[in-house]
């Protein structure tokens, strides 16, 4: 019997995992994140642990330009209970449909692929919680709803442990 649940819950958990970015390849809008990014962004988010609880919402402002070929995007976070985060992340084409980025809090570079309408974006994060950094693995996926939209849902784990999610909701400004 262990052995069945065993092997059920392997099979589960690799059925998860077998979501490439090529698979959206067809959708429309194409995400075009130089294009998405040339106007200011507003966004909207909240942190959910594991149990589905929100522990945490917050409100994004982004500016964003161009040096050369990198996209830097200034975020201005302010979270629901009052503090505030500066991230400044400096992101690089890495050939066709895939990006490169780094931040101030991003541990090593973050490896990102573009495909239709969507964008995975996988990184490792000290966060800090209460006095400690945590070093986390976050799995983004980006979508482009239309011209203005783009929706965020994160994964963030620990050990291959997911600790919670993540979701935004990016707004281009006129």
């Not at 067809?26 to 929100?54: C, H, I, T, Y």
Request: hydrophobic share 40%; charged share 25%.
């Amino acid at each position: 019997m262990r052995y069945v649940l065993a092997l059920s819950s392997c099979l589960m958990l690799s059925s998860c995992a077998n979501v490439t970015v090529q698979q959206y390849a067809n959708e429309r809008p194409s995400l075009d994140l130089v294009a998405f990014f040339s106007k200011p962004v507003q966004a909207w988010g909240m942190f959910q642990k594991r149990s589905g609880e929100v522990a945490k919402r917050f409100h994004v402002d982004i500016q964003s330009h161009r040096d050369g070929e990198r996209l830097i995007l200034d975020e201005r976070f302010v979270y629901s209970d009052g503090t505030r985060q500066e991230r400044i992340w400096t992101l690089q084409p890495d050939g066709p449909g895939r990006w490169r980025g780094r931040a101030g809090d991003v541990v090593g570079e973050a490896r990102g692929e573009v495909a239709g309408n969507a964008l995975r974006w996988r990184y490792r994060l000290d966060l800090p919680v209460d006095g400690k950094h945590w070093l986390m693995d976050m799995d983004d996926w980006m979508y482009q709803m239309d011209d203005d939209t783009l929706i965020n849902r994160t994964t963030m784990s620990k050990l291959g442990v997911e600790v919670g999610q993540v979701t935004l909701f990016f707004r281009r400004q006129p």
